[in-house]
T-cell receptor
Framework: DQQVKQNSPSLSVQEGRISILNCDYTNSMFDYFLWYKKYPAEGPTFLISISSIKDKNEDGRFTVFLNKSAKHLSLHIVPSQPGDSAVYFCAASSDGSNTGKLIFGQGTTLQVKP | EAQVTQNPRYLITVTGKKLTVTCSQNMNHEYMSWYRQDPGLGLRQIYYSMNVEVTDKGDVPEGYKVSRKEKRNFPLILESPSPNQTSLYFC?????????????????FGPGTRLTVT
């Protein structure tokens, strides 16, 4: 059972516009969420995270929003740049697991067109 | 440079021929983990290690073994590879984790090893 879901396999946006990547989760015990970016032939790299005590976290052009009641988080990239074209994974974890384990979504491929 | 390295980066092998994928990190991290990435399934954890000589199964451990004899290295062993183990493999590490002080969730990933088993 997929506990973390990214229902959009791909997203295409124009340079300068906003990119919104979505992620849904089913486990209400998750209390920490992360976004990773992955370029071809490279490993995922950490982008931004959010704790469940917050509903928003910003880092430059990247903002993550968390809606706990809907079990939904989203990553906003404003403005989008061609270099943002990559696969984006959301991941979740919970203190209760005591393993440091991350559960990943399937990934969304973002293409930013010049 | 702080990094996680994996070798080999690409490997084509035949069913049943034992292989080892090495993973090494130079950040003195306690926690290390192996994932496989398959289309439509994202990253799934194979095994993890919270410290030297401490390893545990992840979500998809069947057909794999690991060892953690020293902090920096965490090799992944396929004793008898099969075609369903054809995948993209990632090793990851994370800073010290202590259950009393809280979990560190951010993991640093290696570049990946693309394995094909025929």
């Amino acid at each position: 059972d997929q506990q973390v879901k990214q229902n959009s396999p791909s997203l295409s946006v124009q340079e300068g516009r906003i990119s919104i990547l979505n992620c849904d989760y089913t486990n209400s015990m998750f209390d920490y969420f992360l976004w990773y970016k992955k370029y071809p032939a490279e490993g995922p790299t950490f982008l931004i995270s959010i704790s469940s005590i917050k509903d928003k976290n910003e880092d430059g052009r990247f903002t993550v929003f968390l809606n706990k009641s809907a079990k939904h988080l989203s990553l906003h990239i404003v403005p989008s740049q061609p270099g943002d074209s990559a696969v984006y994974f959301c991941a979740a974890s919970s203190d209760g697991s005591n393993t440091g384990k991350l559960i990943f979504g399937q990934g969304t491929t973002l293409q930013v067109k010049p | 440079e702080a990094q996680v390295t994996q070798n080999p980066r690409y490997l084509i092998t035949v069913t049943g021929k034992k292989l080892t994928v090495t993973c090494s990190q130079n950040m003195n991290h306690e926690y290390m983990s192996w994932y496989r990435q398959d289309p439509g399934l994202g990253l799934r954890q194979i095994y993890y290690s919270m410290n030297v000589e401490v390893t545990d199964k992840g979500d998809v451990p069947e057909g794999y073994k690991v060892s953690r004899k020293e902090k920096r290295n965490f090799p992944l062993i396929l004793e008898s590879p099969s075609p369903n183990q054809t995948s993209l493999y990632f090793c990851a590490s994370s800073p010290y984790y202590h259950p009393d002080s809280g979990v560190t969730y951010e993991q640093y990933f290696g570049p990946g090893t693309r394995l094909t088993v025929t």
